[in-house]
Every structure is written in C-alpha cells, then in structure tokens.
C-alpha cells in the first residue's frame, strides 16, 4: 500500500456537530474502502488565497493514509458531489 496526504476543506458555515459529522463521514468512506488513515489533524478555520465557491474561508482537515489507489476512487467521487467540501487535494506521500 501506498502513503498518501489528504487535504480538504469543508465550508465554514457549517455547524460544529455537522463539521464533526461530516470529518467523521469521510473518514468513514475511506476506511470502508481499505484506507488506513495513520493520522488525522484539523487546522481549522482560514482565510483562502481566493474565493471558492463562494467562500472566503474555509475548513481545513490533513490526512495521512496508507491505501491503495484503486480505493481513493470513491472517495474523489462523493467529495466532487459533496456541497460542504469546497476543495480536496490528495498527494503521494514520499516519507
């Protein structure tokens, strides 16, 4: 399996229970699709270099996990149709 990094950012008018719910969810999907998540930190609420959406701010959650790249599959589909995730960038992590 393969390390990867997982940055997203959900909209920041989310409630603190529907933010919670919805980290939750996504973790959630990854691990039912064989993904390790090794380690999970929220940066918290930011200022965008640019409007996104619509927002000027957003939610950030950083992700390291060991999966293979067939199972990141699913995750890109549901977080391209997710309304509360503005963006979402994962990477090879070379560590």
């Known amino acids: 399996m393969k390390k990867y990094e997982i940055m997203y950012i959900l909209r920041p008018t989310l ?3 529907d933010r919670k719910a919805e980290i939750e969810k996504l973790a959630k999907l ?3 699709n064989g993904a390790k998540i090794t380690k999970s930190d929220e940066w918290g609420l930011k200022d965008l270099a640019y409007e ?4 000027k701010k957003g939610y950030y959650v950083v992700l390291k996990i060991e999966a293979e790249a067939t ?3 699913e995750f890109e589909r549901l977080t ?3 309304n509360n995730v503005l963006r ?3 990477i090879v992590d070379h560590e």
């Not at 996104?52 to 927002?55: D, L, N, V, Y």
Request: without cysteine.
């Open 71 to 73: 199972s990141l599959k």
């Open 80 to 82: 391209k149709i997710d």
């Open 15 to 17: 409630e603190e229970a």
């Open 88 to 90: 979402y960038l994962i």
């Open 30 to 32: 990854l691990i039912n």
């Open 52 to 55: 996104i959406k619509k927002e």
